[in-house]
């Protein structure tokens, strides 16, 4: 009973997530600090799937993966400190923030219905674009000039 009402307090909940992370596996090889990385897994983004970048609320930005493995408490405690219900989604728990430990209200949608970081995926988009033109995965744009001299073979049927 002691262990339930530990897990229900923000800071309990922070704590636990601060060890859930810390415990897990490490990746010493790789350079944490990259824009286009989670601060947790220490992964790059991706535009899809289990790698999409979800904000929470404090703005602080997570991949999908990370916030599947973050603790939930329950929003029993959060909904009696606050008077008045602003969403008209019911909230059912609550994931606090492994790094200011701040609370994000979590829907019946899960971390589904967290909002994906759009700022984040069009500097993916657009650094994957580049890497592909300079890996020759995209044609050049041809100027007039060099159309006009390329043969046109055309055919009329009379």
């Known amino acids: 009973m002691a262990e339930e009402s530990l897990i229900a307090s923000p ?3 922070a704590q636990q997530s601060f060890h859930t992370f810390n415990s897990g596996p490490s990746s010493s090889g790789k350079q944490s600090g990259r824009q286009l990385e989670c601060r947790v897994c220490e992964e790059s983004f991706s535009l899809g799937g289990d790698k999409v970048p979800r904000l929470l609320f404090c703005g602080h930005t997570l991949c999908h993966s990370c916030l599947l493995r973050l603790p939930m408490t329950s929003a029993a405690d959060e909904a009696s400190s606050s008077s008045s219900t602003t ?7 609550v994931i606090c923030c492994p790094f200011d430990r701040q609370p994000t209200p979590i829907d019946n949608n899960g971390v589904w219905g967290l909002k994906k970081n759009f700022a984040l995926l069009e500097v993916l988009e657009r650094s994957n674009g580049a890497s592909e033109q300079q ?3 995209q044609q050049p744009l041809l100027s007039p000039d060099l159309l006009r001299r390329q043969p046109v073979a055309c055919s009329v049927g009379l």
Request: proline fraction near 0%; aromatic fraction near 0%; include cysteine.
């Open 87 to 93: 969403s008209a989604a019911v909230v059912n728990s």
């Open 135 to 137: 890996a020759g995965g």
């Open 11 to 13: 800071l309990a909940c």
